[in-house]
């Protein structure tokens, strides 16, 4: 008897046997994708990772569908991987594979209906509806559910089925759909009879009366004279300015063959400029440092202050590790930043880079993991945001983890929530690559870890070329506010230095982290709020669309034109969002361009190009937008920065606030004044002399970090102690109460360790759901492994107590 342990693209923790036949049993390889039933007649995409010949005890091995590899597309050491996020994370194994894959390699089932066979139906006792789609299975064998949704005209139509089932007229079966199509470009060859010259000379003799024909095999002939590549019917249309339906009538006379070939749908090619880069003294010792770091330790970090040419150091050492056949991992936190970088890096490196995010389709990222798992010349450099850490590298050299502070490379939902820079480092040391983490304020773990010893630290305190640090001046808006010497949210001081900014044909950058017109829109005379029927939130005012949006569910209904409390017409909408400021620029500068660059307006797989591109050429004078523009990017022409309100970053109820206020000041900063003239920075706040707004004024990272590090030791946050937050919800606000209750004493008497909560955080219900939140503080010196598979078992006995089975509970270690 042989079997296959697989795993399911299920949030399941365990893995699942198959049964086999003795010949499938050597065929079959561990990392190839098989389809197994599951359940009673759902067809799912699994992953095999072991044969064995142990038959199970708790259940009879159902016997696999298909195998649908030839090879593996999954490696040992990637299997080996998702088991340790599985297993650190705190989540099921299911749900890493189902969040690696790309989606065209899980196959869907999709039901398909057929009709029955070798049973007489009496058209007559069918009622309209069920007629109606007897008679369509009388044309084609088999129908879907969609197809059948738009015979009837209708939505419902399960019930229609249903009963027709039960009459046994129809019969379900599920079918598995291959979602991944290879993309084929058509080409064109003369036939071979008129290939030779007297044959060429027949053709033209045969096509004089043709025109349009004559001119594309004349306009064939010029191509094949500039370029012995294959010729396209694409670029045969575009040569002759005529349309391919001649082409097609030039191969039906025989004159033409028409054939296929399969090509990638991301190409490079026309990048590549050969560009010989030369480091200045500062990188030079930079580069260097990070090669004897990586002598000694795995993992090193470039402390390097804002547009001090880290993306140079990067490229050169990518240029070392590729001489030596190695593949590289560049991880980014923003997808925006992708678009520069690819810019930068295939004019070095060409088509040797590959690309892989979410804005990708399914068939594009299908082949990146196809280049990525053949060592293909085309995929010798991976830049990708955290997703592209799942790939199934083969001979991986060296990571670069960039902007390694930013939040984003956390994932929070759904599971696996995993942290692309722990992970990344993990995966390295499984290829005994090396791990460059890269940052102008690197988060403090980081620099703690790096400063102790146990990363290597290399830094830079200059910017490139000797370009100054830009000059940060603080407004205070109580003070202006109370001179009357503000237009809507720009104080005078903001405006004359844009006005001097644009005068001079320079570009400026305005930063607000909130999306939307307006947070809170408010009835002057009662008080009343429009909140989310679904979200304790306040609903936030968009007034491009003229409507009141919930950022957290999606909810969304048009702008109330009187208070639905006391039908009062006075509305008032109270704080500011990009939105908001790019109509005020608007009007304060009307003959400039202003641009915005925030979730709203990024939507679309080249949304952050466009926005990037048209404020790279100088198109847009004035960018508003939000924390996308505070990473990395790098434009010339900026010379100022306006940081419409400091206040609303620092004053969050999170452990992280002033780091994360400090770095995100300091990226924004860094955008301006990148080339030779000096830039500069406005930051408007109510507060100017709060110590971490001073510390940006300052370019005082070691202060913060100091201050920081201080408070985080006597309140037991990282990096002295690791966090675990569980997080409960439920639709029943009692039943949570009292669930969340159980398990925060279970574990305050089975762990010896700071358990606090349970806790409503500050929005205590999403999506008609309420939360609470219990926080487990494990200090660096207990093992973390124990510590965790005691908290696994306390939830386990939590979902084996029946009235406490509905409460979702999840597990994020590491959440910050």
């Known amino acids: 008897m042989y079997f296959v342990e697989?795993?399911?693209?299920l949030s399941l923790s365990k893995t699942f046997t198959y049964r086999v036949s003795e010949a499938e049993y050597s065929y079959i390889k561990k990392g190839m994708r098989i389809a197994v039933p599951f359940g009673k007649?759902?067809?799912?995409?699994?992953?095999?990772?072991?044969?064995?010949?142990?038959?199970?005890?708790?259940y009879e091995a159902k016997e696999i569908h298909q195998i649908l590899d030839e090879t593996p597309v999954v490696t040992a050491i990637q299997i080996a991987h998702w088991q340790w996020i599985a297993s650190y994370y705190m989540c099921a194994i299911g749900d890493v594979y189902r969040g690696a894959m790309p989606s065209a390699f899980l196959l869907e089932t999709e039901t398909v209906i057929s009709q029955a066979k070798d049973i007489f139906i009496d058209e007559a006792m069918l009622s309209d509806e069920e007629f109606l789609i007897f008679d369509a299975l009388q044309h084609q064998s088999s129908l879907k559910v969609q197809d059948i949704i738009s015979i009837l005209g209708k939505k419902t139509v399960?019930?229609?089925?249903?009963k027709m089932i039960d009459k046994n007229i129809l019969t379900l079966e599920e079918e598995v759909v291959e979602l991944y199509t290879p993309k084929l470009i058509r080409y064109v060859r003369l036939s071979a009879k008129y290939d030779s010259n007297e044959g060429l000379s027949d053709l033209l003799e045969k096509l004089k009366s043709a025109k349009k024909q004559k001119d594309i095999v004349l306009s064939f002939f010029q191509l094949k004279a500039v370029d012995k590549k294959p010729i396209s019917v694409k670029q045969l249309v575009e040569k002759s300015g005529t349309s391919s339906s001649i082409i097609k009538a030039l191969v039906e006379k025989g004159i033409f063959e028409e054939y296929h070939i399969q090509e990638d749908r991301v190409s490079f090619d026309q990048n590549l400029k050969e560009k010989n880069l030369q480091l200045s003294p500062a990188q030079q010792n930079a580069f260097d440092g990070i090669t004897k770091s990586f002598t000694e330790k795995e993992v090193c970090l470039l402390h390097g202050v804002t547009s001090s040419g880290k993306t140079e150091i990067y490229i050169k050492l990518i240029e070392e590790y590729i001489k030596e056949g190695k593949q590289v991992l560049f991880l980014l936190p923003e997808i925006a930043l992708t678009t520069q970088l690819v810019g930068r890096l295939t004019s070095f490196f060409g088509n040797q880079v590959a690309v892989f995010h979410s804005k990708y389709t399914n068939n594009e990222r299908v082949e990146v993991w196809k280049q990525v798992l053949d060592n293909s010349p085309k995929a010798k450099i991976v830049i990708g945001a955290r997703s592209a850490l799942f790939l199934p590298f083969q001979n991986l050299g060296l990571v670069i983890i960039d902007e390694e502070h930013e939040q984003t490379f956390k994932q929070h939902d759904p599971a696996p929530r995993y942290h692309a820079r722990d992970s990344a480092i993990v995966l390295a040391n499984s290829f005994k690559a090396k791990v460059l983490l890269g940052s102008a304020t690197p988060s403090l773990e980081t620099y703690f870890n790096a400063t102790n010893d146990k990363f290597g630290l290399v830094e830079i305190s200059e910017r490139y070329g000797n370009v100054m640090m830009p000059e940060i001046e603080l407004v205070d808006l109580k003070d202006k506010y109370f001179r009357k010497r503000m237009k809507g949210h720009c104080s005078d001081t903001l405006l004359e230095q844009m006005a001097e900014a644009l005068a001079l044909g320079e570009q400026i950058i305005l930063f607000q982290n909130r999306r939307g017109y307006s947070p809170v829109l408010e009835c002057i005379t009662c008080g009343h709020v429009p909140e989310c029927p679904q979200c304790d939130v306040s609903l936030t005012y968009h007034k491009n669309k003229n409507q009141l949006r919930c950022h957290y569910c999606g909810y969304s209904m048009a702008k109330p034109t009187n208070c639905h409390n006391c039908s009062s017409v006075d509305l008032t909408t109270k704080g500011f969002g990009t939105e908001q400021i790019e109509m005020e620029i608007k009007e304060l500068f009307p003959e400039k361009k202003v641009g915005r660059m925030d979730q709203d307006t990024t939507r679309g797989k080249y949304g952050y190009e466009k926005i990037i591109d048209s404020f790279k050429n100088r198109e847009i004078d004035i960018l508003v937008g939000t924390q996308m523009l505070a990473k990395g990017l790098d434009f010339d022409n900026v010379s100022l920065v306006g940081i419409m309100n400091a206040d609303n970053m620092l004053y969050h109820p999170d452990f992280r606030a002033f780091e994360r206020s400090f770095q995100m000041m300091t990226q924004v900063s860094g955008r301006?004044?990148?080339s030779e003239k000096r830039g500069k920075v406005i930051i408007q706040t109510y507060n100017p002399n709060h110590n971490t707004i001073q510390q940006v004024t300052n370019n005082d990272y070691f202060g913060m970090y100091k201050e920081q590090l201080y408070d985080r030791h006597i309140f037991k946050y990282p990096p002295y102690y690791r966090l675990v937050k569980i997080t409960l919800k439920h639709r029943d606000f009692d039943k949570l109460k009292e669930g969340s209750m159980w398990l925060y004493q279970v574990m305050s008497q089975n762990l010896d360790l700071p358990v606090l909560g349970p806790e409503e955080p500050a929005i205590s219900r999403i999506r008609n759901e309420y939360i609470r939140t219990?926080?487990?503080?494990?200090?660096?010196?207990?093992?973390?492994g124990s510590t965790k598979k005691t908290?696994?078992?306390?939830?386990?006995?939590?979902?084996?107590v029946p009235q406490y089975r509905p409460i979702k509970v999840v597990a994020n270690v590491d959440f910050y």
């Not at 007649?41 to 708790?58: D, G, V």
């Not at 399960?158 to 249903?162: D, I, K, N, S």
């Not at 219990?774 to 973390?784: A, D, E, R, S, Y």
């Open 158 to 162: 399960f019930p229609v089925l249903q």
């Open 672 to 674: 301006a004044g990148r």
């Open 774 to 784: 219990i926080l487990i503080k494990i200090p660096t010196n207990k093992p973390l």
């Open 791 to 800: 908290i696994q078992k306390i939830l386990n006995s939590f979902e084996a």
């Open 6 to 9: 697989v795993i399911l693209p």
């Open 41 to 58: 007649s759902k067809i799912y995409t699994a992953l095999a990772i072991e044969l064995h010949q142990n038959e199970p005890t708790l």
